[in-house]
């Protein structure tokens, strides 16, 4: 597995729009790395994506990324879910006749899903585009996992209930890879001892 950070922004992205303020302009000036996106993660290997904030087209663009085997939500705010029309975009092939979509899988945890029906009409636009052949749903209910490339991905939530993390194992080497919300988390002893934490400022 291969870590690609695509952005670490957090929910205000820096420069932040009409912002004149010395982090802002230097980010301006400077570009990469003062410069930050919405929070997202790929992952090499399982060519996994994790999190579309409104950002993630030119976060692709400017990646390594060369193929999107799944994407995979933590959580419903809007600073990681209302990029999603990226799934249309990696999908749908707009040449041939008729179309042949490659069909995204988007795995979607059991508070998730539930989250989704409710908050920014991201089940309906999901629904869409799995109605148009450019994704596959997969509902994970909580302590179900997923296997992409030979690795292992269990999602679990946080003391947020509404989020979760991610461990994934591959080949004896583990990662944990939390995206948001860590308050009053405490890490059970499943994910203690792991080769590799990606945990959010808190």
């Known amino acids: 597995m291969e870590i690609e950070f695509l952005g670490t ?12 303020c010395n982090v802002c302009s230097e980010a301006r000036d400077k570009g990469v790395p003062y410069s930050r996106m919405g929070p997202s ?6 060519d996994l994506l ?13 990646s390594t990324v060369h193929d999107v085997k799944g994407v995979i939500y933590s959580h419903w ?14 999908s749908a092939d707009w040449i041939n006749d008729p179309p042949q979509h490659k069909k995204i899988d ?6 998730v899903d539930l989250d989704f029906k409710t908050f920014l009409g991201s089940r309906d ?29 269990s999602p679990f939530r946080l003391a947020e209930d509404y989020v979760y ?11 944990l890879i939390a995206m948001d919300e860590l308050n009053d988390w405490v890490p059970p002893k499943e994910v203690m001892g792991v080769d590799l934490a990606i945990l959010p400022v808190v």
Do not use: W
């Not at 993660?41 to 399982?46: E, N, R």
């Not at 999190?51 to 976060?59: C, G, L, R």
């Not at 705010?77 to 990696?90: A, F, K, N, Q, T």
């Not at 509902?139 to 490339?149: C, H, I, K, Q, Y």
């Open 50 to 62: 994790i999190d579309t904030p409104e950002e993630i087209y030119n976060q692709i663009n400017r």
């Open 9 to 20: 922004g957090g929910a205000i992205t820096i420069p932040r729009p009409l912002c004149n």
């Open 106 to 111: 988007v795995y979607i945890p059991q508070q």
């Open 125 to 153: 636009h999901l629904d869409f585009f799995e109605s148009q052949g450019f994704a596959n749903l997969n509902r994970l209910t909580d302590g179900e996992s997923l296997v992409l490339n030979d690795t292992k991905v």
């Open 41 to 46: 993660i790929f992952v090499h290997g399982p």
């Open 77 to 90: 705010h809007p600073d990681h879910v209302m990029g999603r029309r990226v799934i249309e975009s990696l």
């Open 165 to 175: 993390a991610f461990l994934m194992e591959k080949d004896h080497k583990e990662v």
